[in-house]
């Protein structure tokens, strides 16, 4: 049995989690105002412009980048769909364990990392 079965429509139990989990999903697509774009950007203006008409395999390389962006683009939106959003489970809904009451019950656990994260970029 899948997860994804097993679990829906947790937005409304853990809605910060939800709500992260679609700004992750729109990195990993790389749209423009977003860190992801960049490298997509430089992807994109490489195999057009030295790939298709230099070389036999630079049409392929292309179709092959404008198909992973747009699975990925399927793959992180549908999971997020079947995760958080729809009717919630009768028995997620009484389980006291899947509370997202407190923002810090939600995020805590992310707390180390995004330290590190940080401490990171600052130095």
């Known amino acids: ?5 097993i679990i829906k429509g947790l937005a409304s139990k853990m809605p910060i ?3 992260l989990w679609l700004f992750g999903a729109l990195i990993l697509s790389a749209l423009p105002p977003l860190s992801g774009f960049a490298a997509e950007w430089v992807l994109f203006t490489g195999v057009f412009t030295f790939g298709v008409g230099a070389i036999p395999i630079g049409l392929i390389l292309a179709i092959l980048s404008i198909s ?10 549908s999971s997020a769909k079947k995760i958080f959003f729809g009717p919630l489970k009768p028995e997620l809904a009484n389980n006291d364990k899947i509370q997202g009451s407190s923002p810090h019950d939600e995020y805590s656990p992310s707390y180390p990392c995004n330290y590190i994260v940080n401490l990171r970029s600052i130095s």
């Open 1 to 5: 049995m899948s997860l994804f079965v």
């Open 17 to 19: 989690t939800a709500l």
């Open 68 to 77: 992973a962006v747009l699975l990925t683009i399927v793959y992180t939106f």
